[in-house]
């Protein structure tokens, strides 16, 4: 997939053609590789575009690719079928998984006279369900998830190279010779907030935050979300 403009996109789907997803200030393409263990041997099983992959109209330039999921006890074994399309919600169960691209527009598309907040609301409940009714409706943008949150920036390539075997399941982003998400984002949080720059990696305790992008460009983010059970609502703290 990749991220465009959904200008582009009305236009296309106005004419009755497929709509082609461009955008030249990320050029950021979402191909998922699946690989397995089939037949006694490694392999690809299937690649391709992520099906749960959406770009947003409201606001312009938003888009997210739903890449991998897996249950609370995942299995290494593949049947075929792919976890994103048949899920309830983005986020996952305690001790499940989400792999999550994200690319987010600067603020100022949000203060757009086309932004249509009705639409919005529409497209995150449609794309982003069990996620679009936790943010607040009194502070746009704020949400709580209960997840501990892999938020990546930018990851170089190793120096070296090995063939190796992991009792698990990998989430691997390549883009060109090296895995690089782009752009520049603020973390904002209840109290305080962080700049974000490539090579930035958040871990996040099921804190309450946004994201906000005050740059002029686009922003594009991987996040490995980890479903988690909140404590705090245990023992009472």
């Known amino acids: 997939m990749t991220f465009g403009n959904s200008a582009a996109i009305r236009s296309a789907s106005e004419n009755g053609t497929k709509p082609v997803i461009t955008v030249e200030a990320m050029n950021l393409t979402i191909r998922r590789v699946v690989v397995a263990n089939t037949y ?3 392999r690809v099983v299937e690649e391709g575009e992520p099906p749960r992959s959406a770009v947003f109209t409201a606001p312009e330039g938003l888009a997210q690719s739903l890449v991998w999921r897996t249950e609370p006890v995942p299995s290494l074994n593949y049947y075929g079928s792919d976890p994103t ?6 986020l996952p169960q305690p001790g499940g998984t989400s792999l999550i691209v994200l690319t987010i527009p600067p603020d100022s598309a949000y203060a757009d006279p086309s932004f249509d907040p009705v639409v919005a609301a529409a497209e995150s409940a449609k794309h982003s369900p069990g996620l679009a009714e936790l943010f607040e409706s009194d502070n746009p943008g ?3 998830t209960s997840t501990v949150d892999y938020d990546i920036k930018r990851q170089r390539r190793p120096s070296v190279r090995e063939v190796h ?3 698990g399941i990998s989430f691997v982003i390549n883009h060109g010779d090296a895995v690089v ?3 520049e984002l603020w973390l904002e949080l209840t109290d305080g907030e962080v700049r974000l720059t490539a090579g930035d990696v958040v871990v996040q305790h099921g804190t309450r935050h946004a994201w906000r992008n005050r740059s002029d460009k686009p922003a594009t983010l991987l996040a490995v979300l980890i479903g988690a059970r909140d404590a705090r609502s245990e023992d009472g703290r």
Do not use: D, Q
Not at 85 to 90: A, D, G, I, N, P
């Open 165 to 167: 075997a992991i009792r």
């Open 40 to 42: 006694g041997a490694s």
């Open 181 to 183: 998400l782009e752009g």
């Open 85 to 90: 399309t048949v899920m309830r919600s983005v």
């Open 142 to 144: 704020m949400h709580t």
